[in-house]
């Protein structure tokens, strides 16, 4: 999802209560705080060579360790922590958006937004975890460098043990063929 179908869909629901599902039936508390909006270009080059550049947009939730309300911000708010990012910081519409939370029993991890759910006076984000991939072969291209060309995810080449030779001299003499 990019940023700017992100920040959209918060605009359409100001006055609901922003609430984050991290795990099925589990919630970001609700006394959470946006403590940042970083905007990350990412340049990289993959397995195959092959460079690659995007940007990604991250919220980062924190939750204090002791409750400070029993209702979440509402969208508003949350709209206003991101205008008031947006004037020192433009944020680049078609970036992918992340969300940056961990708890004492949730290991911090940066999620995808998911399905968004408007129930009565609450809009939540259902988070959907992160994933890991290997952009060559989603190209159907081969990942490795090898002169066969082969994948670095296929089973590694047998490789060929060396024969010692002995030799019935101690030593080379000239003449001798031995080097």
């Not at 980062?60 to 309300?69: A, D, G, H």
Request: charged fraction near 20%; aromatic fraction near 8%; glycine fraction near 6%.
């Amino acid at each position: 999802m990019t940023w700017g179908d992100f920040k959209s869909t918060l605009e359409q629901n100001p006055d609901l209560h922003l609430q984050f599902q991290y795990e099925e039936g589990k919630f970001v508390d609700s006394s959470y705080h946006i403590t940042e909006i970083k905007q990350a270009p990412i340049v990289s080059v993959d397995c195959g060579g092959v460079m690659n550049s995007w940007t990604e947009i991250i919220v980062q939730l924190w939750e204090p360790s002791v409750k400070e309300v029993d209702r979440s911000m509402k969208v508003g708010k949350a709209l206003k922590i991101v205008n008031l990012v947006e004037k020192t910081l433009p944020l680049n519409p078609d970036a992918t958006v992340k969300v940056e939370f961990g708890n004492s029993k949730f290991d911090t991890r940066q999620m995808y937004p998911g399905e968004f759910v408007a129930d009565g006076e609450t809009f939540t984000v259902n988070l959907v975890p992160d994933f890991t991939q290997c952009k060559a072969l989603t190209r159907n291209q081969s990942c490795g460098t090898t002169a066969t060309e082969a994948s670095c995810c296929a089973p590694a080449p047998v490789k060929q043990e060396l024969e010692l030779v002995a030799s019935e001299a101690a030593c080379c003499e000239p003449g001798s063929g031995c080097c």
